[in-house]
């Protein structure tokens, strides 16, 4: 084999990469922060069917579930200046994420709101609870718990599929490698550190939320 | 004193009508034991009298107010009427002293000390008192149906309904979960049951309703009507469960 491997390429740019794996971060906590809490409103819309919000959000998500998340970007970020909303490639990058993940984490909440009997909600009622009392204290979080799994996996898959948000030149993970396989060649060397770094990364981040969930979700003592 | 006042309730679940003009009334103090066989709308009726069904022709006096129907009066209706269940529906994510201190805390307002006295008070009363930190799954169905009466007792209802608490027990958790009704009878609390439990309602209940097609088909004194029932139906049904 001809081929030379070099990582020189890679520890000379390790400040680039960096910096990629801590945008990719930080857009996927935005987003899933962010987008939890639009499910969460959503998702309780639906289950309930409150008058124009459950309407509003089935047309959300439908939209959303039903298009590519590259032409969502496209969209934001190439289309909107047209009406007059320009954003940086960062700034669309975290807005596609937010609505990406607010779409897919309404119908997977949902399904936690669902799972709660019924008989509960109506304890809670028969104790003098208003609706949004029950939600809050006795709905929420074990429909949270229920799909905390699903949600998690969600929220790996889109931080995954962030890295086309490269394409807009929002400078994350494959932003940096691309940048540096058009500097130095290193195509092997490059893709394949990426990919590890992705890897490592999906792995942490599943960890972290594991630990989120029993601590802020499952908060049990004993 | 009058505390509950039924006149001529209807209700309807679409084209079936389960409640066919219901009447009776509840005095301060009294228990009350319905019994029936499944279907002939008792379980209905405990529902409506807690807001958690809807009636139609008909009125329902709790506590000298007349239950309206409307949302906004189903809070003050609920402050009045606490309800126990058949599948006891505690709080999953919450130990058995949170869940009695929860309404107290977010309904009531109550300050943190004073709700975890009361739920420590509350639980001690059902005999659950070294239970506070324990999750409803880490109990077994007899104290869960405990703590949830503790529960409903912590927002001090005037009225306590039932509705058959025993039906989802092992046989041999029963007669834990009677024995604290019973002390609650005792203790003067005014309770409505819906109830398979024959004896019990024989032994502590004031009056007993047989229902029927919708209907109260007799009332009286139970140990009268369970010895001397007047209508075919009583005579039969009780034959069929004794």
């Known amino acids: 084999m001809a081929y030379q491997f070099s990582f020189e390429a890679i520890a000379s740019n390790w400040e680039l990469l960096a910096r990629g794996v801590a945008l990719t971060v930080v857009l996927t906590a935005i987003g899933s922060f962010v987008g939890i809490i639009i499910g969460t409103v959503g998702a309780v819309s639906r289950a309930w069917t409150l008058p124009l919000l459950s309407q509003v959000f089935t047309v959300y998500i439908e939209c959303v579930r039903n298009t590519p998340f590259l032409v969502q970007l496209y969209f934001i970020f190439f289309g909107l200046p047209a009406l007059g909303v320009k954003l940086n490639g960062w700034e669309a990058s975290v807005l596609t994420m937010v609505i990406n993940l607010g779409a897919y984490s309404t119908e997977i909440i949902r399904a936690g709101v669902m799972s709660i009997p019924k008989g509960l909600l109506e304890a809670a009622e028969s104790l003098a609870m208003n609706r949004w009392q029950a939600l809050r204290y006795v709905v929420l979080r074990p429909a949270l718990k229920n799909v905390w799994p699903a949600l998690c996996s969600q929220i790996v898959i889109v931080m995954l599929g962030s890295s086309v948000c490269s394409q807009i030149a929002a400078q994350e993970l494959t932003y940096a490698a691309n940048l540096i396989q058009t500097q130095t060649f290193r195509a092997f060397e490059i893709y394949l550190t990426s990919t590890l770094l992705y890897l490592m990364l999906a792995v942490l981040v599943r960890k972290c939320l594991n630990q989120i969930g029993m601590r802020f979700i499952e908060r049990r003592k004993a | 004193m009058q505390l509950i006042c039924v006149d001529e309730l209807h209700k309807s679940f679409g084209d079936l009508e389960v409640l066919k003009g219901v009447s009776f009334s509840v005095k301060e103090g009294e228990v009350v034991a319905i019994i029936g066989r499944s279907g002939s709308g008792k379980s209905t009726l405990l529902r409506v009298l807690n807001g958690l069904e809807s009636f139609g022709d008909g009125i329902v006096n709790i506590d000298g107010k007349r239950v309206s129907g409307l949302k906004a009066d189903l809070i003050p209706l609920r402050l009045k009427v606490g309800m126990v269940f058949q599948q006891f529906n505690l709080f999953p994510h919450l130990t058995a002293g949170e869940n009695v201190m929860l309404a107290p805390k977010v309904v009531k307002k109550e300050s943190r000390e004073h709700v975890t006295e009361l739920a420590m008070e509350m639980l001690e009363r059902v005999g659950l008192a070294d239970k506070f930190n324990a999750y409803p799954d880490q109990l077994s169905g007899g104290q869960q149906q405990r703590v949830a009466i503790a529960r409903a007792l912590a927002m001090r209802p005037k009225v306590l309904l039932c509705d058959e608490i025993t039906s989802a027990l092992d046989p041999e958790l029963v007669d834990e979960v009677l024995e ?40 009286g004194a139970p140990e009268e009507l369970f010895t001397r029932p007047q209508t075919p139906e009583l005579a039969s049904f009780v034959k069929s469960v004794l």
């Open chain 2, 180 to 219: 604290v009704v019973q002390r609650l009878a005792a203790d003067g609390m005014t309770l409505i049951m819906v109830t398979h439990e024959m004896r019990f309602a024989r032994e502590v209940g004031d009056t007993l309703i047989f229902m029927h097609q919708g209907k109260v088909h007799e009332m």
